[in-house]
């Protein structure tokens, strides 16, 4: 059965000298800072939309990446995964998200492990919703 999360944010003001907070309603986990400087240069403890995709998309290919290897009969002992979503404010648009992943693997080649992660890339849902812009990976095996 589908499952639906949902996020609510709140803004205040123009999108320049403006800003809001994101609420994550569904988990009631967190609430978080946003604003357009956070967005288009960088602002400490302050998030933006691709600091969230980011968020999503390093869990998302993880969960991904773990059933694959599991299903190759090479479950991993760990997976530690980050997304750098790369956001350009002239245009303004997402141009991209790299997938940095280091595992540990018994009893896995690096070749297999290469074809794997890219598997994981392909079938993870944050990715396949990502569709529009490049993902790439740098894949390590520890």
Known sequence: ?????????????????????????????????VNWK???????????????????????????????????????????????????PTKPAITGSHLTVRATVPGLEDADFQRLAAAAKGGCPVSQALAGIEITIDATLA
């Open 1 to 33: 059965m589908p499952k639906t999360s949902e996020a609510t944010t709140v803004w205040k003001g123009d999108l320049t000298s403006g800003s809001g907070t994101v609420q994550l309603d569904t988990s009631n986990a967190a609430s978080f800072p």
């Open 38 to 88: 956070a967005r288009a240069e960088g602002d400490a403890g302050v998030t933006n939309p691709e600091e969230l995709i980011a968020a999503a998309h390093a869990s998302c290919f993880s969960m991904a990446f773990s059933n694959v290897l599991k299903e190759n009969g090479t479950p991993p002992e760990q997976i530690e995964a980050s997304a750098a979503v790369t956001f350009d």
